[in-house]
């Protein structure tokens, strides 16, 4: 089991007007090198447009797998997009973690910060819009590569090149990845739902979805995440 990895990347950005009459984002990150302050609700010079659904203290980071981009290059989509590191709006990249390496529950050392994986992303149409590719939140939820946020537990500073360090592993028997999985899976069933609705250490909106679905017959409709208003995703570009 690997238990560090190193900070490759470490990206930010502040909303931007990205197509006239429409809502700013931030998606667009940039790089930086120096030593970034991280309170509970994320790097202080990083911002969000949409606070509704992104950052705050349980989407504080998100950290998205280097390796993911190779797989997503070599589908071959219709867009002009490049597929890089930091090209999805991650605020951390790494090598060597992936979503089957890290569990739901993990609390690591970040530079001098001390975080813990809650979900996985969910990713939204806007993903759509910033790769050009009207299909690109559907194929990041299919392929089960979203990676992850953290919430912050101890404050600290982070820095490109520091190392992550897993220093409490509470729920080995549950991968990111099969709990990204069970997130995303229509026939998911009560027991195991319930079995996830009872990890406290997940972000609080997941186990809300895991105890409705525990509950029965619950199917969520992911079309306005996924698709957006009329209009906002790009119209070109189906999958090649």
Known sequence: MQTTSKISGLFVGKPQQRRAGKPPSAIAKQQVSGPLELLEDGFTIDEQADK???????????????????FWR????????????????????????TEE?????????????????????????????????????LELQNSGRT????????????????????VERLHANWPLADVIAARFDKNLSTETAAE???????????RKYFTKKAGGAFVEDQTSRLVGPMGENPPQNERA
């Open 196 to 206: 996830l609705a009872a990890i406290e250490a997940m972000a609080a909106g997941w």
């Open 147 to 166: 990676g992850w946020y953290y919430r912050v537990l101890r404050p600290g500073v982070v820095e490109m090149g520091d190392d992550i360090r897993l």
């Open 52 to 70: 509704k659904v992104h950052g705050g203290a349980e989407k504080a980071v998100h950290h998205y797998p280097a390796e993911h981009y190779a």
């Open 74 to 97: 070599d589908q071959g989509f219709d867009t002009p997009f490049e597929f890089t590191p930091g090209a999805f709006g991650e605020n951390i990249s790494t090598r060597g973690w």
């Open 101 to 137: 390496l890290v569990c739901i529950g993990d609390i690591l050392e970040l530079g001098t910060a001390l975080v813990q994986i809650n979900q996985g992303r969910q990713p939204c149409w806007k993903l759509n819009m910033h790769t050009s590719f009207k299909m690109m939140a």
